[in-house]
């Protein structure tokens, strides 16, 4: 206990020992007690102050405790215990007080603490790189944040209130959104993946998790959804799936792609009334375009050749690229067997208009195999071997026609196969000969040269005739040498000819279109001509229109080339292509020969004499010789020779023979024996 004897003492005392409760009297010396009460509570509004008041002083005392006193007590103090208990009390209150004080302000600090933590949790979720949607237990959006915005193009206005089902792209089916439902009202988290709907209906992709929020009791009372935006990553698994499915070059379905499609059309369909086809098409001279132009050439046809395919199909039909230059196309499932094939007639004849890749002209004709299921194949690897085989066939059928599958045809692809393995050896197995055709003059009686024709005899078996192993050489490119072997042995025969008192005669060589632009034709001639001393004037070469489909600067400049040696040029198999009239004026070509199918028919197809009859006249206008081919009958000849075509080759006069054969058959030819093959009137 501290006493003062005055107010300003008590005062210093006070500042320098603060004390824990302050008695002071009313009346003293320097300082009155109302002054200390002042002075006090300027410096501790909690500090407990207790008035001693005399007699009579009541309103002081009143005016003691206005001023911040806590309580008074009337002097003399006679009631200790009074004193004691207003001690206590103040005491007590200046320790609730004090607690107060303290709680308060830790009140305060964690209400500091608290918001700013809500702050920084706002600002997380305002400046989030993930959309925040949080919508009540109905799914009423109650709030979103600026990403969802910036994602969706609403704004935030504009959804309050609203169901994200706004954002819907139709994509997902109704079951998906109500397995979400199921799983989030049951107080669980869904993940998934959304495609949704921008403002502006741009679609784009979300990967979401929606989560149930719960209060203090555990009841759900909202549900928030973060999401982000996985647009990028889809499109891009889109791009992996999409050239995965596609042809990179075409962009039609790849071959994998077909081949699982085939599957599923075979699983899902009925066998009872449906009808699967399958057609395999193959670009007849692409080999020769891109030995022509170039590859890139050739790829820009392709592309066109799909294009016009997807064009003449429409949606339903699946257009895919196969290997190379095959392409197949599978129509829907049918109830009638003729209708997906009457398509492959539409499809021939669509490809049958001319391209034109970068300003040139050019032709792109299919061969068209066509195939069913399951009574071609029962699965898609032998549908497909049978597809190819059948195709093959339309080949040999002459290109740019549609063969449909037939069991022997199975067999024939296997024996290609074989014939192909042995023809390989053939040249070094000296399995090749040559036969000689002669052409007659019809109107001089003379034999005006010959054409040599190349067989194959293979070793233990019989003669494979030429239209089957000429396309096998084509095909594996082993024309080029063979045909070179063919050019040198001729030749040499013809000069051997020569010496053995043979008028000299003109030699005419066939010359398949794959020798024409891959090798150097012009080279292998000029050689062989030296080495064998054949003269180029009596030599002519048999080009086939596939050339001629190429309109290009080197086929007309190899040409040219031949021509200047004094070598003839002759355009075998006439009418089978599509050559004008116009561009075979620009051409160095001074024979056609009119294929024997024509002549064969002539007489019985009002069509074919037509043809022949125009060939004639054409070879006329041009100026140019004219030879037909395949003449076996009399009536067939005086017609040709009615219509002034006089140079005839064919089993009429004789058939292609032997060396030696074709040498007697010169020793004994006369210009009468001609007149024994006309028919007399
Ligand atoms: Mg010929």
């Not at 040198?488 to 632009?517: D, M, T, Y």
């Amino acid at each position: 206990m501290l006493s003062a004897a005055d107010g300003r003492l008590g005062m210093e005392i006070i500042r320098s020992q603060r004390p824990d409760i302050i008695i002071t009297d009313l009346s003293m010396p320097n300082m009155n007690g109302l002054e200390v009460v002042e002075a006090v509570r300027a410096l501790d509004k909690n500090l407990p102050i207790v008035m001693l008041s005399g007699n009579g002083m009541l309103d002081d005392a009143m005016e003691a405790i206005r001023l911040g006193a806590w309580d008074y007590i009337s002097k003399p103090v006679r009631d200790l215990f009074e004193l004691e208990m207003i001690v206590n009390r103040c005491l007590e209150r200046a320790r609730l007080l004090s607690e107060n004080k303290s709680y308060q302000t830790n009140l305060e600090q964690l209400v500091t603490q608290r918001t700013a933590q809500l702050a920084k949790l706002f600002k997380a979720v305002e400046q989030s790189a993930n959309s925040v949607i949080i919508t009540d237990i109905n799914g009423a959006i109650e709030y979103v944040n600026p990403k969802f915005s910036q994602v969706t193009g609403y704004s935030q206005d504009e959804v309050l209130g609203k169901n994200p089902r706004i954002l819907k792209s139709g994509r997902h089916p109704e079951q998906y959104y109500r397995e979400l439902w199921k799983t989030i009202s049951a107080g669980k988290e869904w993940r998934g993946e959304f495609s949704n709907l921008t403002k502006d209906g741009k679609l784009f992709w979300e990967l979401c998790s929606i989560a149930p929020i719960r209060d203090e009791t555990g009841n759900i009372t909202s549900y928030v959804a973060i999401k982000e935006d996985i647009t990028d990553r889809k499109a891009y698994e889109e791009r992996l799936l999409y050239q995965a499915h596609h042809d990179e070059l075409t962009g039609v379905f790849n071959r994998y792609y077909l081949q699982s499609y085939l599957e599923l059309q075979m699983e899902i369909m009925n066998r009872n009334n449906q009808y699967l086809t399958v057609m395999l098409l193959d670009i007849d001279n692409l080999k020769f375009i891109n030995d022509t132009f170039g590859h890139e050439f050739g790829d820009q046809l392709l592309k066109e050749v799909a294009n016009r395919l997807k064009k003449v199909c429409g949606n339903t039909y699946i257009v895919s690229r196969f290997v190379a230059d095959e392409f197949i196309v599978v129509p829907p499932l049918s109830e009638n067997a003729d209708e997906p094939r009457s398509q492959a007639e539409t499809i021939r004849s669509a490809l049958n208009n001319v391209f034109v890749i970068n300003g040139t002209e050019v032709v792109a004709t299919a061969s068209i195999g066509v195939v069913g299921y399951p009574e071609d194949g029962e699965c898609v690897e032998t549908l497909l071997k049978h597809a190819e085989a059948t195709m093959f066939q339309a080949k040999k059928n002459g290109r740019n026609s549609i063969a449909y599958y037939t069991r022997e045809l199975s067999n024939s692809l296997q024996y290609r196969f074989e014939l192909a393995t042995r023809l390989h050896h053939a040249l070094e197995r000296n399995e090749f000969m040559l036969n000689y055709q002669p052409q007659i003059n019809m109107e001089t009686g003379q034999i005006s040269g010959m054409e040599v024709l190349l067989r194959w005899q293979p070793e233990n078996g019989k003669s494979i005739p030429p239209d089957i192993f000429i396309s096998l050489l084509e095909e594996n490119g082993h024309i080029v040498p063979v045909g070179e072997w063919v050019l040198w042995h001729a030749c040499s025969q013809c000069v051997e000819w020569e010496k053995q008192g043979l008028p000299p005669l003109r030699l005419s060589v066939n010359i398949s279109a794959i020798q024409f632009i891959r090798s150097d034709l012009d080279e292998t001639v000029q050689r062989v001509l030296r080495t064998t001393g054949f003269k180029p004037t009596q030599l002519c070469l048999e080009l086939t229109e596939s050339i001629l489909m190429l309109d290009s600067a080197k086929t007309i400049a190899r040409m040219q080339t031949l021509t200047s040696m004094g070598i003839t040029l002759s355009l075998d198999d006439f009418g089978t292509g599509y050559s004008s009239l116009e561009y075979l004026g620009r051409l160095p070509i001074k024979e056609l020969k009119i294929d024997r199918a024509f002549i064969n028919r002539m007489l019985t197809t009002d069509n074919d004499s037509a043809l022949v009859n125009t060939i004639i006249a054409m070879g006329h206008g041009l100026n140019m010789e004219l030879v037909a081919e395949g003449v076996e009958t009399a009536e067939q000849l005086a017609y040709l020779i009615d219509k002034k075509c006089f140079t005839i080759q064919g089993f009429l006069i004789s058939r292609p023979m032997p060396a030696e054969e074709f040498k007697q058959f010169m020793d004994q030819w006369t210009p009468q024996s001609a007149g024994g093959y006309l028919i007399k009137n």
